[in-house]
């Protein structure tokens, strides 16, 4: 039994569907700290589903954010400090896709600031609005480290394989995805 191919992408969605639903019973902290988290260290962000036309398509990492932020940003409930680094992760996101405008067109441009909206800014002002706001720089680290440990084990695998070990479990579901013949664990 195969499903058909939407059927099959739809499984990138499942970390925003698990995000929103802990977001909302829990708060967004746990949704960061539970599903975010995990989604963006374990599991790979080149396999995509393209669900919505006119959104470009969503990897894991990314259907993850989404609802974290949302629910960030409508209860987030401390005052926000600004810095030099705000501007220079702003300014970062607008100079890659004012260059990408420049230099390609506007369709590439707009699905890369779509990338670096939901891979740099979001995961930035997240971070920068949880972790130290709400007293979370030990909970960060100690999940940090778990997750951490658990990619270096997997990795025993890749290394001697050639091949993550993930992809044993996510290849049927993304046929023809994220494969690089030369070079493994992108490059």
Same mark, same amino acid.
């Given at each position: 039994?195969? =499903?058909?191919?939407?059927?099959?992408?739809?499984? @990138?969605? $499942?970390? #925003?569907?698990? @995000?929103?639903?802990?977001?909302?019973? &829990?708060?967004?902290?746990?949704?960061?700290?539970?599903?975010? %988290? =995990? #989604? $963006? %260290?374990?599991?790979?962000?080149?396999?995509?589903? &393209?669900?919505?036309?006119? +959104?470009?398509? %969503?990897?894991?990492?990314?259907?993850?954010?989404? !609802?974290?932020?949302?629910? /960030?940003?409508? /209860?987030?409930?401390? &005052?926000?400090?600004?810095?030099?680094?705000?501007?220079?992760?702003?300014?970062?996101?607008?100079?890659?896709?004012?260059?990408?405008?420049?230099?390609?067109?506007?369709?590439?441009?707009?699905?890369?600031?779509?990338?670096?909206?939901?891979? @740099?800014? %979001? =995961?930035?002002?997240?971070?920068?609005? +949880?972790?130290? =706001?709400?007293?979370?720089?030990?909970?960060?680290?100690? *999940?940090? #480290?778990?997750? /951490?440990? +658990?990619?270096?084990?997997?990795?025993?695998?890749?290394? *001697?394989?050639?091949?993550?070990? +993930? *992809?044993?479990?996510?290849? *049927?579901? /993304? !046929?023809?995805?994220?494969?690089?013949?030369?070079?493994?664990?992108?490059?």
């Amino acid at each position: 039994f195969r =499903p058909r191919a939407l059927e099959m992408h739809i499984i @990138a969605v $499942i970390p #925003a569907l698990v @995000a929103f639903v802990i977001g909302v019973k &829990k708060g967004f902290i746990r949704a960061y700290m539970d599903v975010y %988290l =995990p #989604a $963006i %260290l374990l599991l790979p962000d080149y396999f995509t589903t &393209k669900i919505v036309p006119g +959104i470009p398509p %969503l990897s894991f990492n990314q259907s993850a954010i989404l !609802p974290c932020a949302l629910l /960030f940003f409508l /209860f987030n409930d401390r &005052k926000w400090k600004f810095s030099f680094t705000d501007v220079l992760v702003v300014g970062y996101v607008c100079a890659v896709t004012y260059s990408e405008y420049i230099n390609v067109d506007y369709k590439e441009a707009q699905n890369l600031c779509f990338l670096l909206v939901t891979t @740099a800014l %979001l =995961p930035y002002i997240l971070t920068k609005g +949880i972790v130290e =706001p709400y007293g979370m720089r030990e909970a960060f680290a100690k *999940r940090l #480290a778990i997750l /951490f440990t +658990i990619c270096a084990a997997t990795l025993t695998y890749e290394t *001697r394989m050639g091949k993550p070990l +993930i *992809r044993i479990f996510l290849d *049927r579901f /993304f !046929p023809g995805q994220g494969y690089w013949v030369t070079t493994f664990r992108w490059g």
